[in-house]
């Protein structure tokens, strides 16, 4: 079964700090696609990053990183230099199968001042 | 500006009410989503449609319907068959690139039954 899981419900990171958000995938597809959103209390979803699986490098955008490990099936974003504006929810999900992408349940990042 | 506005924003139904959310998109994508937000809760897909005049259900179909006669638009029916159709809805838009088939969002509407 393809499945997308979010451990962390919420998060609290000092502003400045880096923060780490887990993310672990299952699916017997060999070729997939990985990516973090944004969401903020306006409830747009903000498009962050995106990782191929058969990508060799890890995906950086700005202030995020994916830290893909094939193997142990993870796919965790790094945010550097927390901000107060990254408070939101983050979402992962993970394309399969063509179009229909999934997504995991969430976590909620709180950045103190 | 290129991208996906849906429409109304906040809408309200009373029981037993089909209702229709807007979903139109600028940017050329062949396919294009309904999502389901609970409050708290992840994205469930409802329907989603590669090319035009085709759909396909999602995980959660059930009380719901949609077209697709245009590559622009693929509007949203809630019907009275939907028990609990409380919910944000979001409309997203899908071409494949070079971040694979990055799927792009609208602002999302807000439904409200009273």
């Known amino acids: 079964a393809q499945k997308i899981t979010q451990t962390q419900p919420g998060m609290f990171v000092q502003e400045k700090e880096a923060v780490t958000l887990d993310c672990t995938y299952d699916?017997?597809?060999?070729?997939?696609?990985l990516f973090w959103y944004k969401q903020p209390s306006s409830g747009e979803m903000i498009f962050l990053i995106y990782?191929?699986?058969?990508?060799?490098q890890n995906a950086t955008e700005g202030r995020y990183s994916l830290n893909f490990q094939k193997a142990r099936k993870s796919a965790n974003l790094v945010i550097s230099a927390s901000q107060l504006g990254d408070s939101a929810m983050y979402f992962c999900?993970?394309?399969?199968?063509?179009?229909?992408?999934?997504f995991g349940a969430g976590t909620r990042l709180f950045v103190k001042a | 500006d290129g991208g996906i506005t849906q429409s109304p924003k906040y809408l309200f139904r009373k029981e037993g009410q089909n209702v229709t959310l807007s979903c139109e998109q600028n940017l050329n994508h062949d396919a294009m989503y309904w999502y389901r937000q609970d409050p708290g809760q992840g994205l469930r897909l409802i329907y989603y449609s590669q090319i035009v005049n085709d759909f396909q259900k999602g995980d959660i179909a059930e009380g719901y319907s949609v077209s697709r006669e245009k590559k622009e638009s693929f509007p949203l029916t809630v019907t009275s068959a939907q028990k609990n159709p409380t919910a944000f809805y979001l409309c997203?838009?899908?071409?494949?690139?070079?971040?694979?088939?990055?799927?792009?969002f609208g602002e999302g509407s807000w439904l409200t039954v009273v």
């Open positions: 990782q191929g699986s058969y990508d060799q």
């Open positions: 699916t017997s597809d060999p070729s997939y696609g």
């Open positions: 999900a993970m394309l399969t199968g063509g179009f229909k992408t999934i």
């Open positions: 997203a838009s899908s071409t494949h690139g070079n971040s694979g088939n990055t799927i792009y």
